[in-house]
């Protein structure tokens, strides 16, 4: 039978890989936006929020570092701010 605690960390796991689905469909909402009008929103700025993602997943699955909340943290702010930077770029004809 499965423990508590594993099922927690697959439930941890599971959210991480949500969010990391939902990063990559804003770079790509970018990359699509820089194609189609020939601006250039900076969809790579993404890169960085999705590769904390993926050293968040690492370290649940690992237990090496307790720096998991913080990395999130971290993550969720910057995806937040590049997102807002995104919808200004776009809904206002870019800068």
Same mark, same amino acid.
């Given at each position: 039978?499965?423990? &508590?605690?594993?099922?927690? $960390?697959?439930?941890?796991? =599971?959210?991480?890989?949500?969010?990391?689905?939902?990063?990559? !469909?804003?770079? &790509? $909402?970018?990359?699509? =936006?820089?194609?189609?009008?020939?601006? &250039?929103?900076? =969809? =790579?700025?993404?890169?960085?929020?999705?590769?904390?993602?993926?050293?968040? $997943?690492?370290?649940? $699955?690992? +237990?090496?570092?307790?720096?998991?909340?913080?990395?999130?943290?971290?993550?969720?702010?910057?995806?937040?701010?590049? &997102?807002?930077?995104? !919808?200004? +770029?776009?809904?206002?004809?870019?800068?």
């Amino acid at each position: 039978m499965v423990d &508590s605690a594993t099922i927690g $960390i697959v439930l941890e796991v =599971y959210a991480w890989l949500i969010a990391a689905i939902i990063a990559t !469909y804003a770079a &790509s $909402i970018s990359l699509f =936006y820089q194609k189609k009008f020939d601006e &250039s929103p900076e =969809y =790579y700025f993404f890169v960085v929020p999705l590769l904390l993602l993926i050293v968040a $997943i690492l370290q649940i $699955i690992d +237990h090496t570092f307790s720096l998991t909340n913080v990395i999130g943290t971290i993550t969720g702010l910057m995806f937040f701010l590049f &997102s807002v930077r995104l !919808y200004i +770029h776009m809904t206002e004809g870019g800068s």
